[in-house]
């Protein structure tokens, strides 16, 4: 068994990515890959916590900017992300593994109300804890969401699993000569406005001295292999 890097891990998952190639709704093919890969990391004894976004169902700025008000967009982005953590927690059950998802606003008939104990002893039981709702406040994405969770677990590294393989320079389908980055300083990414994630999850994580690992979702055994320690993507420290 492959020797492990990170033993403790909160891993982001875009929601698009999840709706594979019809770009709406939810490819339960590729969610059946994606849970094959955690079920593996799982076996070989990493704790997970998985925040997933919403953008399969709706984006609050993209889908309602200058249509609604943005607390409301916001709101419907978080509901989002709750259909896609029931629905991936249900996935997970059926891979052998028990899940619990936790969410940021209380909506006791769906799942449970998110403490960081509740989601410490989960993760110590050996359960996969799926924080979902992001922050629970309107303004923040999931990526600020996942960063939080990252922080409040403890976790040894955050992983962002997107539709791009790495952190570039610029938008590599816009410029060919994008630079393409293996390791990036907190420092760099928020000077040069590197497009990762939003500036405020880079900073969360750069004043928590959180190590984050930005990956391609495709193909899902990339997480196996971040965890086990191989440097694909690109990773951002202090």
């Not at 492990?4 to 891990?9: A, F, G, N």
């Not at 875009?14 to 094959?36: M, N």
């Not at 992001?134 to 999931?142: L, M, V």
């Given at each position: ?20 190639d019809?770009?709406r709704?939810?490819d339960f ?7 094959e890969?955690i ?5 070989m004894?990493v704790?997970i916590?998985l925040?997933i ?5 709706w984006?609050g700025?993209?889908?309602g900017?200058?249509k609604?008000?943005r607390?409301h967009g916001?709101?419907?982005g ?18 052998g ?6 969410t940021?606003?209380?909506m006791?008939k769906?799942?449970?109300y998110f403490t960081?104990?509740?989601a410490?002893?989960?993760?110590n039981?050996?359960k996969?804890v799926?924080?979902?709702a992001g922050t ?5 994405s999931?990526?600020?969401g996942?960063?939080?969770r990252?922080?409040?677990i ?9 539709n791009v393989?790495?952190i570039y ?8 000569n ?8 907190y420092?760099?990414?928020?000077s040069?406005?590197?497009k990762?994630t ?6 969360l994580?750069m ?6 690992v ?6 899902p055994?990339?997480i196996i292999?971040?965890?086990?320690g191989?440097?694909i993507?690109t990773t951002?420290?202090?």
């Amino acid at each position: 068994m492959p020797e492990l890097k990170y033993k403790r891990i909160l891993l982001k998952l875009s929601g698009e990515a999840l709706a594979g190639d019809q770009h709406r709704g939810l490819d339960f093919t590729v969610i059946h890959s994606v849970c094959e890969a955690i079920k593996t990391c799982h076996d070989m004894g990493v704790q997970i916590g998985l925040v997933i976004g919403g953008g399969n169902f709706w984006r609050g700025v993209k889908d309602g900017a200058d249509k609604m008000q943005r607390s409301h967009g916001d709101a419907m982005g978080m509901l989002a992300t709750v259909m896609n953590s029931i629905a991936m927690a249900d996935a997970l059950e059926k891979h052998g593994m028990d899940a619990r998802v936790l969410t940021a606003v209380e909506m006791n008939k769906f799942a449970e109300y998110f403490t960081r104990d509740t989601a410490d002893r989960y993760l110590n039981e050996g359960k996969v804890v799926i924080f979902a709702a992001g922050t629970g406040n309107p303004y923040f994405s999931t990526d600020t969401g996942a960063v939080l969770r990252g922080v409040e677990i403890e976790a040894d590294a955050v992983l962002m699993a997107k539709n791009v393989d790495a952190i570039y320079s610029a938008d590599p389908n816009v410029d060919p000569n994008a630079k393409r980055y293996t390791h990036l300083t907190y420092d760099k990414v928020l000077s040069d406005h590197l497009k990762a994630t939003d500036s405020t999850a880079m900073t969360l994580a750069m004043d928590n001295n959180m190590n984050l690992v930005c990956f391609a979702l495709n193909p899902p055994q990339n997480i196996i292999r971040v965890v086990c320690g191989e440097e694909i993507g690109t990773t951002v420290t202090i």
